[in-house]
């Protein structure tokens, strides 16, 4: 992840010692929340489709309520709060910050980028709770738009784009012109 190459770097700048062992529980951290993360889109995405299977009702406005997620989550790709997350996953770590280098201070870093991340992520990550979260295709683009707003120059601006897409894409689905 380069989250946490930038963390590695940000202590060698610093000269700490153990660079392995704090880089690796700060991973263990980061990738705990994305576990947890993992765990609520299953959890989210069994308990939509076993509603929509146990009332028929719900089945019919499915198409309609993806749509609405769609467009929701490109919505708040232009929001301060998905800006905000999006920094946090994009900035030095430990920036200013007079850490000792320690078990739990790797810990506590890795949770903090996990969460700005998982948080930076998490509208879309619900367009694939509504497209299907086992559709390679929709992985596929869903990864490509996360890993490009994170990590390539000009974030926000890749980030916006991607929500003026997501939107559009909402309209199409709720309009019915296009099935998730």
């Keep these: 992840s380069a989250m946490l190459w930038r963390y590695r770097r940000a202590l060698r700048r610093r000269r700490q010692s153990g660079l392995g062992l704090l880089t690796a529980i700060a991973g263990a951290a980061y990738f705990f929340v994305w576990a947890l993360c993992g765990v609520g889109v299953f959890l989210g995405g069994a308990g939509i489709a076993s509603a929509a299977m146990q009332w028929p009702a719900l089945a019919q406005i499915v ?84 890993t490009a707003e994170r990590i390539a120059p000009g974030g926000a601006r890749i980030a916006r784009i991607v929500g003026a897409i997501a939107m559009s894409a909402g309209v199409l689905v709720f309009a019915g012109v296009v099935r998730l």
């Excluded at 919505?75 to 910050?97: D, M």
């Excluded at 810990?107 to 367009?127: D, E, F, K, M, V």
């Design 63 to 146: 198409p309609m309520a993806a749509g609405l997620v769609v467009l929701g989550a490109g919505a708040v790709q232009f929001t301060n709060w998905k800006a905000r997350h999006l920094a946090g996953c994009r900035e030095e770590p430990i920036r200013g910050a007079v850490l000792p280098a320690s078990v739990g201070n790797a810990w506590r870093q890795g949770l903090r980028l996990g969460r700005h991340c998982g948080l930076s992520c998490a509208n879309l990550t619900a367009i694939l709770l509504v497209a299907g979260v086992m559709d390679l295709r929709a992985m596929a683009v869903v990864a490509i738009a996360i």
